[in-house]
């Protein structure tokens, strides 16, 4: 069983730069799709980014696209989110996850659930 661990979350000023990992334990980490979901106070939660096994499909919602790169690197176990040119509406708690597919992550049908870092971007 593959467990998820997010970092990297941190208060930052709009127009800021914060890179996202998240840490996967166990042998099979590589035959899951990934994916980061947000999800800020009173609203639901939303996918941000997700890729698939290989690394070699990505998918990003217009809200942040140009601005988010999901990759990952499947020898270290981890997947990463970088954002850029953050805005206030950026903020929320991220979530990493893992799912069967880049399908499945678009249609939040998640298998695991990382424990979420907070993400606050100030004015």
């Known amino acids: 069983q593959v467990q998820l661990v997010e970092s990297g979350g941190a208060l930052v000023q709009a127009g800021d730069s914060l890179r996202l990992s998240c840490a996967a334990s166990?042998?099979?980490?590589?035959?899951?799709?990934m994916g980061w979901f947000r999800q800020a106070p009173g609203k639901e939660r939303e996918i941000v980014a997700a890729?698939?096994?290989?690394?070699?499909?990505?998918y990003y919602p217009d809200s942040v696209q140009g601005r988010s790169t999901i990759s990952r690197d499947n020898a270290k176990n981890t997947v990463v989110l970088q954002m850029n040119s953050l805005k206030p509406e950026d903020t929320a708690v991220y979530y990493c996850?893992?799912?069967?597919?880049?399908?499945?992550?678009?249609?939040?049908?998640?298998?695991?659930w990382g424990q979420g870092t907070q993400v606050t971007v100030s004015s």
């Open positions: 890729i698939t096994q290989s690394g070699y499909t990505k």
């Open positions: 996850a893992a799912a069967s597919s880049v399908a499945a992550v678009t249609r939040a049908e998640v298998e695991l």
């Open positions: 166990g042998r099979t980490f590589s035959q899951y799709a």
